[in-house]
């Protein structure tokens, strides 16, 4: 049985030399979306998550990087993961999603997926994983965490290096936005970061929905958002949802006109994961294992 490997520092360098602007927008799911121009998208590399790669799909956008950290969606859309797998330059996801998949899924997965590992399982502090993290933070510098000592708190975090791992805080956003950052994107744009309400979806999601968990997770989410603009000095993260929980002050408002103004110069093109390792040969580096 061939095992399961990670995203490497190699492949993130490939990739970031593969990016066609200097911003990205990341899609996502909520109802605002639907507001982002398509001039707009055609213009930027584009984060597409979940079901929300569909509209652009159909709209002639073709994501940059695709992502899914929900094993759900993979369960009860596999032939839709498929078509947006396929129609994006990359695609990730994690290990929830990797070891929920059948055998046959997880051979096309190690094929033609990058994989990120995930540093932790559940967000509760505690002394020994408090301990855990303050070594590894001092070896990583590019791991910021802050872990509570007491079980019943939370502990929040970013990767600055999704070849070291990723934070997850229940939103496929902020995977997203580690992604981003790890790509050295100037500024990233969030289209649809709502968290609003129910929290709903503004694609069709057949007859088969999956409930949404994010309002429930709100005050757990939130935190997080907090935590990297505190502590990612150089980031710039952006919103252009008019209707969205997350207050300004922590991810603040861009309109659609002003994130027109960085056009995307130069050509794109269609990349996989054997593109990307025969690039990497060609420079003498590491290139992606997939066994």
Known sequence: MRRMTFVTRSDVKCMTDRKTSDDVIIFLSGPTSVKTPLSLLRTKDVIAVNGAADYLIKNGVQPFIYVLTDARFLKNRRDDFYRFRENSRFTFINQEVYQGASEEEREYLREHCFILKG???REKG??????KFKVLSRIHKSLLIDVPVSKRQRLVGFSQDISLGYC???TVAYAAMQIAYSLKYNKIICSGLDLQGACGRFYDEGNNPMPSELSADLLKIIPFFKFMTD???DINVYNLSDDTAVNYDIIPYISAADAMLQRAEISSEQ??????SEAVLRTGEKSFNIY
């Open 119 to 121: 540093f932790y399982h």
């Open 168 to 170: 997850s805080c229940h």
């Open 271 to 276: 990349y996989d994961i054997k593109s990307i």
């Open 126 to 131: 505690g002394f020994f994983k408090k301990i």
């Open 231 to 233: 502590n990612v000095t």
